[in-house]
């Protein structure tokens, strides 16, 4: 009898022997995607929310020059104050569930802002600044824990989110007051408090999630303040960071005082944050093209120092807008690049946690200057030149710091199990 021919391979013929395992369904990690992006949205719109507000405000409340500084600096302050105790909550409660309580904070923060007087609305900006500075300081951390094989990715998609957060609350916070008649307390809250409900709603079954993993890694506590790279990362996360907040605080006032109106301030703000995300969202792109990070750290300061030096020098108003698209480019993929070398000079959850508490702790005190500065500058010398000239020599040591906490490596830091 001849020999049958043999039959064309099939593909599961061709299928390995030990296959990877491919889960049943994506809904989970498209859930924790959904989940992270609201968060992200939630953790910035409550505060660039108050700046195309600052006028309305100051004339409502009877609020100093300095007092309307120091409004715009808290939130600031709050971040980094709260990021050194987000790692050492996370430890003994869990990260997730710390983020949990934070969501709610920012909502008990945000709904006290309804409440009569100057000191409801600097007691709720407190709480909601505190909040956001938890959770900022433990998502990098869950991001390299729950997306280990897309880090850079996963990072440029939750700050594009962060930015897009930032760019919703400066536009649609003067037309919601005008809208709903109830000046800037209605519109504050309008912003936030939906937004923070259905964040904590999405964001609860990933804590629970959590609670039933029996398999997770013993916390351990990283030391990394003698490293020399955590401190370049540091510096550059602080630089960027002082500059975003006086954008976020400053930027529609610089504007009106350039001849442009209320409502065109804030959208210009907006789209300041709009292209921001697009630099953002085309980080991890530029990334996988090129051997280390300088130079897009390079890149993002220029860019910053170009725009702000347009925002208060170019014919106002086409130059004015033109620049803030050069700023947004900056200041989106520079907050980009600051997340992302977090997780990328990091080898572990732990260290990324780590880094994260010490570059988001130090960098946001060292940025509440920022605001306060610029105001009080601008009080004191009755224009934008003082302040401008200060923003760019901030932009070059963003620069330096870039070069070398954007070269390839990662952070030696000691570390061992957290005492009970």
């Not at 409550?46 to 007092?67: I, K, W």
């Not at 990070?293 to 014919?315: D, E, H, N």
């Not at 009080?379 to 020599?393: C, I, N």
Request: charged share 10%; aromatic share 6%; hydrophobic share 55%.
């Amino acid at each position: 009898m001849p020999t049958p021919p043999p039959r064309p391979p099939t593909l599961r013929d061709t299928a390995p022997t030990s296959p990877v395992p491919i889960p049943a369904r994506t809904g989970p990690a498209i859930g924790a995607l959904i989940a992270l992006a609201l968060v992200a949205l939630d953790l910035r719109a409550p505060v660039t929310a108050v700046a195309p507000l600052l006028g309305r405000l100051r004339d409502d409340l009877g609020l100093s020059a300095a007092a309307v500084s120091a409004l715009t600096a808290l939130p600031v302050l709050c971040l980094g104050v709260f990021a050194f105790a987000g790692p050492v909550l996370g430890r003994r409660y869990g990260e997730a569930r710390v983020v949990l309580a934070s969501l709610i904070l920012l909502a008990v923060g945000a709904t006290l802002r309804l409440l009569p007087g100057a000191a409801a609305l600097f007691v709720g900006t407190v709480l909601v600044g505190a909040a956001i500075g938890l959770a900022n300081v433990l998502l990098p951390g869950l991001i390299r824990r729950r997306f280990a094989g897309a880090v850079a990715g996963v990072t440029a998609f939750y700050s594009a989110f962060l930015t897009l957060g930032g760019a919703s609350g400066s536009a649609v916070a003067p037309p919601l007051a005008d809208a709903t008649g109830w000046a800037w307390r209605g519109a504050l809250a309008l912003v936030a408090v939906p937004l923070s409900i259905a964040a904590i709603l999405a964001w609860w079954p990933g804590v629970r999630a959590d609670a039933r993993a029996v398999d997770a890694p013993t916390p351990q506590r990283v030391r990394l303040w003698r490293d020399a790279t955590a401190w370049r990362v540091t510096v550059f996360f602080a630089a960027q960071a002082l500059l975003a907040y006086v954008v976020f605080g400053w930027l529609p006032t610089m504007a009106q005082d350039r001849g442009i109106g209320e409502a065109q301030s804030g959208l210009l703000l907006s789209l300041t944050s709009l292209v921001g995300v697009a630099g953002a969202a085309l980080l991890p792109a530029v990334y996988r093209r090129l051997p280390d990070q300088r130079g897009p750290a390079v890149l993002v300061a220029v860019l910053s120092g170009v725009g702000l030096a347009g925002i208060v020098l170019a014919p106002a108003p086409a130059g004015v807008w033109a620049a803030s698209v050069i700023l947004g480019l900056g200041q989106g993929a520079g907050f980009a690049v600051a997340l992302s070398l977090i997780g990328l000079r990091t080898g572990n959850g732990d260290e990324t946690s780590a880094l994260s508490s010490m570059a988001q702790g130090t960098g946001f005190l060292i940025a509440t200057i920022g605001p306060l500065g610029a105001g009080l500058l601008h009080e004191a010398s009755g224009g934008w030149g003082v302040p401008l000239a200060t923003l760019l020599a901030v932009c070059a040591i963003q620069a330096a710091a870039g070069l070398g906490a954007g070269r390839a490596g990662q952070v030696r830091g000691g570390s061992g199990p957290e005492a009970a």
